[in-house]
């Protein structure tokens, strides 16, 4: 079992930066993948970045290439967002899965609450 706990969100103006976290608890947390979604008002989830339980592959969504990355260590899995545009807002999940694809595809074995990312023009 894992709990997942996102924190990091706010209001930003574009052009700025966030740093999301998602804190994990669960002993077997280390070997599971991780993922970023969002899903905006009126639109379905999307996928925005895995990282496999290695810390070492990473996919991206086009979307955010070049300015999100996504990194982890022994209990978090973080997102650096920079230069955001309003289109970046959203609420933000994360997810952990024990493959990769599954998680680029959209599904996640645990889930977190989200934490609300909104980013003015």
């Known amino acids: 079992q894992v709990q997942l706990v996102e924190s990091g969100g706010g209001l930003v103006q574009a052009g700025g930066s966030l740093r999301l976290s998602c804190a994990a608890s669960?002993?077997?947390?280390?070997?599971?993948?991780m993922g970023w979604f969002r899903q905006a008002p009126g639109k379905e989830r999307e996928f925005v970045v895995a990282i496999d339980w290695k810390g070492v592959s990473t996919d991206y969504a086009d979307s955010v290439k070049g300015r999100f990355t996504i990194s982890r260590d022994k209990n978090t899995v973080f997102l650096q967002m920079n230069s955001l545009k309003p289109e970046d807002t959203a609420v933000y999940y994360c997810a952990a899965d024990s493959t990769v694809l599954r998680l680029i595809r959209g599904s996640g074995e645990y889930w977190g609450q989200g934490t609300q990312v909104t980013v003015s023009s």
């Open positions: 669960g002993r077997t947390f280390s070997s599971y993948n």
